[in-house]
C-alpha cells in the first residue's frame, strides 16, 4: 500500500509540474492578449490541484493520517480564478477601443454585456433565456 | 522517488516562472503585466508546496494560502486601478 500510494504521489507531482509549465508557456508563447488568457487560467489551476491533492496524500504517507488544509487553498483558488480571469479580460475590453471595434455582433437584441450601459432591451418571445 | 520528481518539478515549476518573467518584462499591454503577475503568484503557490512536500512539514502550507489571498486580492486591484484610475470607490 505504501508503494502504490508513492507511486500515486509521484505521477501526481509530475502531472501538476507539466501544467504549470504549459499554463507558463502559453503565457509567454500565445499571440495576443484575449488567447494568452486561456493558457494560465486553466492549466495552471489543474497544475496547482494536482500539487496540492499530491501534498495531501504526501501527508497520509509521512505523518499517518489524511492532510485537510490543502483543500483550502484548492478551494480559493478554483474559486477565484475565474474572477480574476473575466476582471483581466473585462478591463482589456474596456482599455482598448480597437478591441472593442472588432468583436463580431451578438445576432439578439441585447449587446455584449460588458459594454451595455443602462437598460438592456427586452428578450424576444422564444428565447432560451427567460 | 518522491524527492526525485520533486526535484524535477521545482526545476519545471521555476523555468515557468522564467517564462512569466519574460511575458512581465515584453509584455505590450499593462493587462499582460497584470495576467504575468498573477500566473506568477499562482506558480509560487505550486512551488512553497512543492518545498513542503520536500522537507517533509506542514508549515509552508500557511505561506501558499496567504500569497493566494495576496495574489487574488493584487490582480482585483490591478485590474480596477487600471479601469478606474483607483482602487476602492
Given at each position: 500500500m505504501p508503494a502504490a500510494l508513492e507511486i500515486a504521489v509521484t505521477v501526481l507531482i509530475l502531472a501538476g509540474a507539466f501544467f504549470m509549465f504549459v499554463g507558463s508557456y502559453g503565457l509567454a508563447k500565445l499571440p495576443d492578449m484575449m488567447r494568452r488568457l486561456h493558457g494560465p487560467t486553466k492549466a495552471t489551476t489543474l497544475g496547482v490541484g494536482a500539487i496540492l491533492v499530491a501534498s495531501m496524500l504526501d501527508a497520509l504517507l509521512v505523518t499517518g493520517d489524511l492532510s485537510m488544509h490543502e483543500l483550502l487553498i484548492a478551494v480559493f483558488l478554483f474559486l477565484t480564478a475565474p474572477v480574476t480571469a473575466n476582471m483581466i479580460a473585462k478591463a482589456y475590453i474596456l482599455r482598448n477601443r480597437a478591441e472593442r471595434a472588432a468583436l463580431p455582433p451578438t445576432?439578439?437584441?441585447?449587446?455584449w454585456a460588458t459594454l451595455v450601459r443602462g437598460e438592456v432591451p427586452p428578450v424576444p418571445e422564444g428565447s432560451i433565456r427567460p | 522517488m518522491i524527492m526525485v520528481a520533486c526535484a524535477i518539478a521545482l526545476a519545471v515549476v521555476a523555468a515557468g516562472m522564467l517564462l512569466n518573467l519574460y511575458r512581465l518584462a515584453a509584455g505590450p499591454d499593462a493587462l499582460d503585466r497584470v495576467l504575468a503577475l498573477d500566473t506568477m503568484a499562482i506558480n509560487a503557490i505550486a512551488l512553497v508546496m512543492l518545498l513542503g512536500i520536500w522537507f517533509e512539514t506542514h508549515i509552508y502550507f500557511e505561506a501558499a494560502l496567504l500569497i493566494a489571498a495576496v495574489g487574488f486580492l493584487a490582480t482585483v486591484a490591478f485590474c480596477k486601478y487600471l479601469l478606474r484610475g483607483n482602487v476602492i470607490g
Open positions: 445576432g439578439r437584441p441585447a449587446g | -
